[in-house]
T-cell receptor, first 115, second 116 residues
Framework: ETGVTQTPRHLVMGMTNKKSLKCEQHLGHNAMYWYKQSAKKPLELMFVYSLEERVENNSVPSRFSPECPNSSHLFLHLHTLQPEDSALYLC??????????????FGPGTRLLVL | AQSVTQLDSQVPVFEEAPVELRCNYSSSVSVYLFWYVQYPNQGLQLLLKYLSGSTLVKGINGFEAEFNKSQTSFHLRKPSVHISDTAEYFCAVRDAGGTSYGKLTFGQGTILTVHP
């Protein structure tokens, strides 16, 4: 595997379910991100991790819970979601977060549908 | 805080024609600028970025963009498009001061459709 991978690629869940999204980066980067891409809206940054420490939580509801056990893996735990949470969830990684000009590399995303 | 406006939500064009995708930004501080492309069912891929230096930036797949500080614009251009350029294109900005924890602010995207 190369780059940034995400599993599953598609997920359908009910509002009472609990599920997790997984992201893995094979680039040796130190920072990882979760973004939400909804129809007709710009990409929204949800969480940023640097060296496994969360450095930004962009006012995301508590029904989304991130976990970063090491610099290569990032999870997004989901519980009691709402239909408006249906979206494409993108994971990204970069070498660092402080430089400013570093490129973020994106995974293919998980398409989530909440019924 | 920054904001990004992509002036066209959809741009249809014929194959081998030139194209320009427009992007304007607003920021009270210096910024870095990026263009990403998203092909169907894929994640975002960096096309090019402006950090400093020459205001004309060349990227992959024959794309280029010009940073215009006075007009706060970063328009993307390609002199001759191919069918394979059909995708959604996103302009993004980031605080150049390095204090924003990697936060990219994205525009709403422009869907480029290349017709044969």
């Amino acid at each position: 595997e190369t780059g940034v991978t995400q599993t599953p690629r598609h997920l359908v869940m009910g509002m009472t379910n609990k599920k997790s999204l997984k992201c893995e980066q094979h680039l040796g980067h130190n920072a990882m991100y979760w973004y939400k891409q909804s129809a007709k809206k710009p990409l929204e940054l949800m969480f940023v991790y640097s060296l496994e420490e969360r450095v930004e939580n962009n006012s995301v509801p508590s029904r989304f819970s991130p976990e970063c056990p090491n610099s290569s893996h990032l999870f997004l735990h989901l519980h009691t979601l709402q239909p408006e949470d249906s979206a494409l969830y993108l994971c990204a990684s970069s070498q660092e977060i402080r430089g400013g000009g570093e490129t973020q590399y994106f995974g293919p995303g998980t398409r989530l549908l909440v019924l | 805080a920054q904001s990004v406006t992509q002036l066209d939500s959809q741009v249809p064009v014929f194959e081998e024609a030139p194209v320009e995708l427009r992007c304007n930004y607003s920021s009270s501080v210096s910024v870095y600028l990026f263009w990403y492309v998203q092909y169907p069912n894929q994640g975002l891929q960096l096309l090019l970025k402006y950090l400093s230096g020459s205001t004309l930036v060349k990227g992959i797949n024959g794309f280029e963009a010009e940073f215009n500080k006075s007009q706060t614009s970063f328009h993307l251009r390609k002199p001759s498009v191919h069918i394979s350029d059909t995708a959604e294109y996103f302009c993004a900005v980031r605080d150049a001061g390095g204090t924003s924890y990697g936060k990219l602010t994205f525009g709403q995207g422009t869907i480029l459709t290349v017709h044969p």
